[in-house]
């Protein structure tokens, strides 16, 4: 069955510092996993998506099949970055399977 | 980006009673979404809404407790049926990206908010 965990509920960094937010998955088929961010009294909204291995907003995320992850980094916080993010891998038929997420706190 | 709203935003019901939540998109989509995020918890998908046909339902979710309907390409409605404190929770609609997308994005709704007494 497909799991995707999301080890930290919470994480806070400085404004400035790097920042890791952490994603693994179980699938047995060919993964698609997804970045998605939800800011304070905002939708969720897609970030990023491995397939395009795309920069947005100074995040990238690699998917590494060998450790089955798809870390999601940013080499500088800012205070805007603040918000929860989920990983999300999706197994077929636009089923997405989410992780319980992470809220990103960047101190000023 | 697709338009989503969703009605209502919020409300707050008894025990044993039955909300509809409607989604309402600005454009026409092959597939519409139903999940359920419960306090503290991620989100779960409930049911894929498929004009024309029946939705097809998670694990876990059956539809005499979340019947759904799909009238059109543009609208979709959720019915949490004799609600029970457990229930309480965000329910959002979301939709495949299609064209606007070259990927299988989904766009999210702003959610509904239930709590059940």
């Known amino acids: 069955a497909q799991r995707v965990t999301q080890p930290e509920k919470l994480l806070s960094v400085f404004k400035g510092a790097p920042v890791e937010l952490k994603c693994n998955y179980s699938?047995?088929?060919?993964?698609?996993l997804f970045w998605y961010v939800q800011y304070s009294r905002q939708r969720l909204q897609l970030l990023l998506r491995h397939i395009s291995r795309e920069s947005i907003k100074g995040f990238t995320a690699d998917l590494n099949k060998g450790e089955t992850s798809f870390h999601l980094k940013k080499p500088f916080a800012q205070e805007e970055d603040s918000a929860m993010y989920y990983c999300?891998?999706?197994?077929?038929?636009?089923?997405?399977?989410f992780g319980t997420g992470t809220r990103l706190t960047v101190i000023p | 980006s697709a338009v989503i709203s969703q009605k209502p935003s919020r409300d707050i019901c008894q025990r044993g009673t039955s909300l509809t939540i409607q989604c309402q998109v600005d454009s026409q989509v092959t597939m519409m979404f139903w999940y359920r995020q419960q306090p503290g918890q991620s989100l779960t998908l409930i049911a894929t809404a498929n004009q024309g046909s029946e939705a097809t339902y998670e694990s876990g979710f059956v539809i005499d407790k979340f019947p759904i309907s799909r009238p059109n390409l543009t609208f979709s409605t959720l019915t949490v049926s004799n609600m029970s404190p457990e229930d309480s929770s965000i329910y959002l609609c979301?939709?495949?990206?299609?064209?606007?997308?070259?990927?299988?994005?989904?766009?999210f709704g702003p959610g509904t908010r239930l709590t059940v007494l």
């Open positions: 979301s939709v495949d990206g299609g064209q606007r997308s070259s990927y299988n994005e989904q766009f």
């Open positions: 999300a891998l999706e197994t077929g038929a636009n089923n997405l399977f």
């Open positions: 699938y047995s088929g060919s993964p698609e």
